[in-house]
């Protein structure tokens, strides 16, 4: 077929479409490029037109040949996320970007789920035609290598952060006022393990008075700690220590000063490993039944993989960086396919009872406070509660003021005057919302749910099942992008940090979703060839 | 063609719900955008609106207190604060782990360097290596982080290394004393205001506890510091030197002459926090002055001028804005209230007669008060001892409070011409020959006989002169002060008609002038008598009230108003202090007229021997004040000598008794004799002799007023002649 008939078969609504959510988006950046004083409107014109061309280069090439490739790109995708976790910069607490010396920043994780997309779609194409749909066992294969494997990395990734010593400010109450007594003086967390061997943690009480103790590290998960300066003292679960003492796990600390009131710091040093190796243990007895069992039939590739540890290894890379936002969208990603593959009715309901069972009772029954607490900082540690609390009080302010009308481009009070955070990136829509009112809202909501539509109509009018799963996966990419990051900024959601497609400011993303677009132009131009 | 690819088939159901789901759900986002923004709109809309625009108040200034003629005694000057924002003290932990990434060396190192720093900081060592052997590279990446971060050049000194090599490397030195840091901060302001070791930890931990949003507010190091300083500290804040540090202006209340009329003029402090409670509503915030005492406290609500308003904006981290967009949003939601100062007040004082009064004033304790009888108006009124209200205002300077508290005794927080009573001794005299010639005005002419002692029943009443003073007439008994003749006509007259006499000229009762804490003193009656005391009323306490002794007592100030209503013609006024008050630039006058209190019906002949007698004390040879006169003008007045003990077997002079127990030295005069314009009243807490201890003082002053009518008199005569000849 020629070059032509092909460009004449291009989805044309979908592009406009996707041109005009991208020239509102950009015009609706020029705000908060205006409000930072930067020029990053003009920054994301051009990678838009880098990503244009990228889109177009995808398009061109015949999206059969992508399912040979799959498997080298998705390599590609993991081998870049392990760089990240090596060389990756750390912003916030995270390590998201992986520098490319000289040019620029890529957030691996964002160009993972292009990857994720192929090797899903790949994977479950093939199945039976005349099956019922998916079972449970197609997707975890609980007896194929790949399983224990999966649980051994992920143990051994997570496990990789070592034990630490919580640090807390004590309070006291004095008259109806709760008051800090105490607080740290270096700091805000002090790591004592890890890495490293031994940490001091100081404390300033009112006035000039200070105490100051030593923690070394001594072997894993045992500490010695000693009263470093004249008159401090430790106590080690309400018993008071002279000199050196080793420390377990659980161990309660606290640090103090002679002649002050009270003992000001208390400190458990709390365990992460301690269960891991019998995990490791487990894993290894699993691996050593999966690989009998494969070894009594002629095995194959697909023998071997689980789907769901093919997605599962990306997925907790991008968990442990940390980053739960992303994470979770390339889960839902891979699992949008796998619905649209179809699951059996059973295996459905099963699955969806596994896993709501499975979260509440490890929210509620396994973990303790402040275990969670950890769980939520170690997932998301650029946004404390509070932090986040603040960035949404504020980004529905924006939105709430921008009443029917708006407020006009560049008039918004809380993006020009920076009360909305994050403005360019997570928070773009709430600049929208603010400056246009409800209508641009409505137009903007409808033009999204258009193309998401619109490409959902390409993905049922695909000529095979790897051309729709494809498509599908990359719907369901812009679909719950757009989604999670409409529902945070209403507060609908929790703040993780999902940029908004075509809209937040970022070339990494951009760029992913562009590739995703051309992707989808590629099927649909393909749809009448065969 | 893939080889195992399969078709693919539609599904209609799974298609659509699929579309069932997108549709649902962006339906869910738009109908929360629409309660977001079509029902709570307006809600949210008055919040992004509270979240930038913040009322600044702009302070008005305290109206001025002027005297009669215009001269200022009161008025506001421009003072300077030295305060420290803490969240805009030099981050030196940021700028350490910045300056050690650029130099290259990682998160360890780096801790390592920068407790090092705080080290060498503390004991104030030399600079501290921060990195050895850096290519010229690693320097320049070095040197543009320290531009970046504003560091002073010398707090980074780099030097090339001494090494025997062909390449030439450089060592990074941090200089503790150069590089902005907290303690260097409050190191070089402390040098600056001089402040010793203890000062400066009490510093450092007043902003070291500050935390949060906290961080952002004032903290004044100290208030009202010299220009000289304030210029000082200016300049080095403009280096560059002193981050975080800034001088605020604020006006400061300012008496202009120091101790003069203190007690008069009052003073002004802040709110206390119960205070400010109670004064909310009336517009007072925290922070604001209040009048104590004195004028400043009666007319506070004068005083005080109405706040302004003035509307700023603020980007979210509360700086404010003044971009295009800014000011155009001030511009549409703002208001702009010009502050309305306090209104001045004109006081009846004439600075240059309360000066000289004050000057005159020879004892440890007492008043002078001056007044023209002819309207009720205060010239002059002092109190001695007395404090300056520019140490009292605001913070109370530490050496006035010691001063005062080793006067505590002498109460020099007392008022003593109105919150003080006195017993006026015989002062009292002229209203007891009224009361006794109102009874019977034969008495005018009718004599007693004086030889030193009085008895009544068995008890002995002593004129003050033993040898007695012979045969003594109403005149005569005024001059030479003779108590028996008195002793006589209250024996005759009883206590309630005297009593009634002293109480219509205002004696024992409040005079009402427009001061806080005025006291009536006391003015018994037979009544009063017998409800104190178990004998009830006797004869015996008639007789000691007729010469101003025994249970009465009175203020200096209603002397005055009595003895102006002795030479007006009998009225007595209430006194003034206020003559008008006016917006600041004179506009908008509030006059206030004189008000006589009460009218008596004096006989001519009775007015005429007492004005008689008060006469000759001064200017008659046997007059208790004659050695006091003036030649001009003639004064006529009465000396009074209250006794404060009883007095012993023996007789004492005043320099051999305990101060606490002298007498009382009072002299009330008038002057011009014939057409009074002006009464003084002097009163020396245990001074000893009216005549001698209290007259000169009241001569001082009558002098110097005469003086300035003269003068003033002259220069009028001057202009009348010379607007004369310009027209003739």
């Known amino acids: 077929m020629s070059a032509r008939r092909l460009i004449n078969n291009i989805d044309r609504p979908l592009v406009f479409v996707v041109v005009l959510i991208s020239a509102l988006g950009l015009y609706n950046l020029s705000s908060a490029s205006q409000a930072l004083g930067t020029q990053i409107d003009y920054i994301q014109l051009r990678n838009m037109a880098l990503g244009l061309l990228v889109m177009f280069v995808v398009a061109s090439i015949d999206y059969r040949s992508f399912e040979g490739m799959s498997i080298g790109i998705f390599g590609f995708v993991i081998l870049m996320l392990l760089a990240t976790s090596f060389f990756g910069t750390t912003v916030n607490g995270s390590k998201r970007w992986l520098p490319i010396p000289g040019l620029f920043s890529l957030q691996t994780s964002d160009l993972a789920k292009i990857g994720v997309i192929l090797i899903t779609a790949r994977v479950l194409h093939q199945d039976d035609e005349n099956s019922q749909g998916l079972t449970l066992n197609d997707i975890f294969r609980p007896l194929n290598v790949s399983r224990p494997i999966m649980l051994i990395v992920a143990v051994l990734i997570i496990g990789l952060g070592g034990d630490s010593v919580r640090t807390s400010r004590l309070k006291k109450k004095v008259g109806n006022r709760m008051r800090t007594v105490a607080s740290l003086t270096s700091d805000k967390s002090v790591a004592i393990a890890g890495r490293g061997e031994k940490a001091d943690i100081k404390l300033g009480f009112a006035g000039t008075s200070e105490a100051h103790a030593q923690f070394r590290r001594v072997k894993d998960g045992q500490y010695t700690v000693e009263p470093a300066t004249e008159g401090a003292h430790v106590e080690v679960n309400g018993e008071v220590i002279n000199g050196v003492t080793v420390l377990k796990h659980n161990d309660l600390i606290r640090l103090g000063k002679t002649g002050a009131t009270e003992l000001n710091f208390a400190a458990p040093i709390i365990p992460t490993k301690r269960r891991l190796p019998w995990i490791a243990v487990f894993g290894a007895l699993w691996l050593f039944v999966a690989v009998y069992q494969q070894t009594r039939k002629n095995f194959t590739f697909r023998d071997l993989v689980a789907p769901i540890d093919v997605v599962g290894l990306p997925c907790v890379m991008i968990l442990v960086q940390p980053d739960l936002g992303t994470s979770l969208v390339t889960l839902a990603i891979a699992f949008s396919i796998i619905l649209y593959v179809g699951l059996r009715p059973v295996s459905l309901i099963l699955l969806t009872i596994f896993s709501v069972l499975g979260v509440v009772a490890a929210w509620f029954g396994v973990l303790k406070p402040y275990q969670k607490e950890r769980v939520m900082t170690f997932l998301n540690p650029s946004s404390d509660l509070l932090g986040a609390g603040y960035h949404q009080h504020q980004s529905l302010i924006a939105i709430g003021s921008g009443e029917l009308w708006g407020k006009g481009h560049g008039q918004g009070t809380q993006t020009q005057l920076k009360f909305l955070p994050e403005q360019q990136t997570d928070f773009i829509f709430s600049v929208w919302a603010e400056e246009q009112g409800f209508l641009g809202c409505a137009l903007v909501v409808a033009l999204f749910t258009a193309m998401i539509l619109l490409c959902l109509r390409v993905a049922f009018a695909a000529k095979d099942r790897f051309g729709a799963l494809l498509v599908i996966g990359v719907t369901a990419m812009l679909f719950w992008h757009t989604v999670i990051n409409m529902l945070m900024v209403i507060r609908m959601a929790p703040v993780v940090g999902v940029p908004l497609p075509l809209w937040s400011y970022g070339g990494s993303f951009l760029l992913t979703a562009m590739i995703g677009i051309g992707i989808v132009l590629n099927v649909s131009m393909r749809r009448f060839v065969f | ?728």
């Not at chain 2, 205001?193 to 952002?216: C, F, P, V, W």
């Not at chain 2, 009048?291 to 308003?309: A, H, M, N, P, Y």
């Not at chain 2, 003779?482 to 005079?511: H, Q, W």
């Not at chain 2, 007698?613 to 007059?623: E, M, R």
Request: aromatic share 8%; hydrophobic share 40%; glycine share 8%.
């Open chain 2, 1 to 728: 063609m893939l080889a195992n690819s399969r078709k693919n088939t539609t599904r209609p159901i799974l298609n659509s719900a699929f579309i069932a789901v997108v549709v649902v759900i962006f339906g869910a986002i738009l109908a929360r955008l629409y309660s977001v923004q079509i029902k709570q709109g307006e809600e949210f809309a008055r919040r992004s609106l509270g979240n930038f625009v913040q009322t600044k108040r702009i302070k008005h200034s305290r109206g001025d207190i002027v005297d009669r003629r215009g001269k200022v005694l009161v008025t506001n000057r421009t003072s300077f604060d030295v305060v420290v924002t803490p969240a805009f003290l030099p981050n030196t932990r940021q700028n350490l782990m910045r300056l050690s990434r650029a130099a290259g060396l990682d998160k360890v190192e780096a801790k390592r360097i920068a407790v090092g720093f705080w080290k060498t900081l503390k004991e104030k060592g030399p600079p501290v290596l921060l990195a050895r052997e850096l290519t010229a590279q690693q320097s320049q990446k070095v040197r543009l982080m320290q531009e970046a971060l504003e560091i002073p050049l010398e707090a980074v000194p780099i030097l090339e290394s001494n090494l025997d090599t062909e390449f030439v490397a450089y060592d990074a030195y941090l200089d503790p004393e150069h590089l902005p840091s907290v303690t260097a901060v409050i190191r070089r302001l402390s040098s600056l205001l001089r402040y010793d070791e203890k000062q400066t930890k009490a510093l450092m931990g007043n902003i070291q506890r500050r935390r949060g949003l906290s961080r952002y507010r004032d903290v004044v190091v100290r208030s009202d510091v010299s220009e000289e300083l304030a210029a000082r500290l200016t300049s080095k804040i403009e280096v560059g030197d002193l981050p975080g540090v800034s001088v605020r202006q604020s006006q400061t209340r300012y008496y202009k002459n120091g101790k003069m009329a203190a007690h008069l003029l009052g003073y002004v402090n802040e709110l206390s926090p119960d205070e400010f409670e109670k004064k909310k509503e009336e517009g007072y915030f925290l922070g604001d002055v209040v009048g104590r005492r004195g004028i400043e406290s009666t007319f506070e609500s004068q005083l005080r001028g109405v706040d302004g308003l003035k509307t700023i904006v603020v980007d979210s981290k509360g700086r404010s804005q003044d971009s295009r967009f800014a000011s155009s949003l001030r511009h549409e939601v703002g208001v702009q209230v010009p502050a309305k100062s306090g209104r001045q007040i004109v006081l009846s004082i004439d600075s240059e007669l309360q000066k000289v009064a004050e000057d005159a004033f020879p004892g440890r304790a007492g008043a002078v008060v001056v007044m023209d009888p002819r309207n009720g108006q205060i010239l002059a009124m002092t109190s001695t001892p007395t404090y300056d209200p520019n140490l009292v205002s605001g913070t109370f300077d530490k050496a006035e409070r010691k001063r005062l508290r080793s006067i505590r005794s002498l109460r020099p927080w007392r008022f003593r011409a109105i919150q003080e009573h006195y017993p006026p001794g015989s002062t009292f005299k002229p209203f007891t020959v009224l009361a006794a010639l109102k009874k019977r005005s034969t008495y005018v002419s009718e004599k007693f006989r004086c030889n030193g002692v009085f008895r009544l029943g068995d008890t002995k009443f002593r004129c003050w002169k033993h040898a007695g003073h012979g045969h003594v007439a109403l005149v005569d008994s005024l001059a030479q002060s003779c108590d028996v003749y008195y002793y006589n006509l209250a024996t005759r007259t009883s206590l309630d008609p005297i009593a009634e006499m002293a109480m219509d000229f205002g004696l024992g009762k409040r005079t009402g002038i427009d001061l806080p804490g005025e006291v009536p003193g006391i003015m018994p009656t037979e009544a009063w008598y017998n409800r104190k005391f178990r004998e009830g009323y006797t004869g015996g306490a008639a007789v000691n009230v007729s010469i101003g002794q025994g249970a009465v007592t009175i203020t200096p100030l209603q002397l005055a108003v009595a003895y102006s209503a002795l030479v007006n013609g009998g009225k007595v006024l209430r006194p003034q202090l206020a003559l008008r008050i006016e917006d600041s630039d004179g506009m908008n006058p509030q006059q206030f007229e004189p008000e006589v209190v009460n009218t008596l019906p004096l006989s001519k002949r009775s007015m005429k021997a007492v004005r008689k007698g008060l006469n000759w004390v001064v200017n008659h040879k046997t007059g208790t004040a004659y050695r006091r006169r003036l030649a001009e003008p003639l004064v006529a007045g009465k000396t009074g000598t209250a006794q404060v003990a009883k007095l012993g077997a023996k007789r004492l002079k005043t320099e051999e008794m305990k101060w606490k127990v002298r007498d009382h030295a009072w002299f009330a005069a008038y002057a011009p004799v014939d057409d009074p314009e002006v009464v003084v009243i002097v009163l020396n807490e245990h001074g000893g002799h009216g005549g001698s201890a209290a007259a000169p003082t009241a001569m001082k002053v009558i002098d110097a007023w005469w003086k300035q009518k003269q003068l003033r008199a002259e220069h009028q005569n001057a202009r009348k002649s010379k607007l004369k000849g310009k027209s003739g």
